[in-house]
């Protein structure tokens, strides 16, 4: 695998978790943040999970963001195998909408986190936006970035009307 000097590794453990998982892709591409976004599933490619946890910190990961649904074993499992930090985020599932998936990832035992976020896209967002903060504490221009997001959804917010225009 190709070294992702200071990049955020985004993986998940279908395609069909693309659909969530993309919006986490698109924040970082936002923020000109250096990424890859790939398949790895723990119960169908678990030597690849390893393989990926295990060269995350000499490839240069500074954090993972790990999606997956159902029994959700994904962002764990890379935790149990590396340093770099794992943002879990939950995707929906199709029986129990997520449920399983976010207590899956959520309700790790002590001593191995995983920073667990939202159910569905804003979960993946979310974790892109919290890996964007990660790497703004040693970035000044990155973090002028971050401060301008915010505030452009604090004018958004400020600009609405009631009621809402149709
Ligand atoms: C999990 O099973 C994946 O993360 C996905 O959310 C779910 C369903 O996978 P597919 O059957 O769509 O491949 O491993």
Not at 42 to 47: G, I, K, N, V
Not at 94 to 99: E, I, N
Not at 100 to 119: E, R, W
Not at 150 to 162: D, I, K, N, S, W
Request: charged share 15%; aromatic share 4%; net charge negative.
């Amino acid at each position: 695998m190709e070294p992702l000097n200071k990049g955020v590794g985004v993986v998940m453990g279908s395609s069909s978790d693309w659909d969530t998982m993309q919006h986490a892709v698109s924040i970082l591409q936002q923020f000109g943040i250096t990424h890859e976004a790939r398949v790895v599933s723990a119960h169908r490619m678990p030597d690849d999970l390893f393989a990926y946890a295990e060269s995350a910190a000499e490839r240069g990961l500074k954090a993972i963001i790990a999606g997956a649904g159902g029994a959700a074993h994904l962002p764990g499992m890379l935790a149990a195998k590396t340093l770099v930090p794992v943002l879990g985020v939950p995707v929906a599932s199709r029986h129990l909408q997520g449920v399983d998936s976010l207590h899956s990832i959520v309700q790790m035992p002590k001593g191995i986190p995983v920073a667990t976020f939202a159910i569905g896209t804003a979960g993946a967002a979310n974790a892109a936006l919290f890996a964007v903060a990660m790497l703004a504490g040693e970035d000044p221009a990155l973090r002028d970035r971050l401060a301008q997001f915010r505030a452009e959804q604090t004018e958004v917010a400020r600009a609405m009307t009631l009621p809402p225009a149709p």
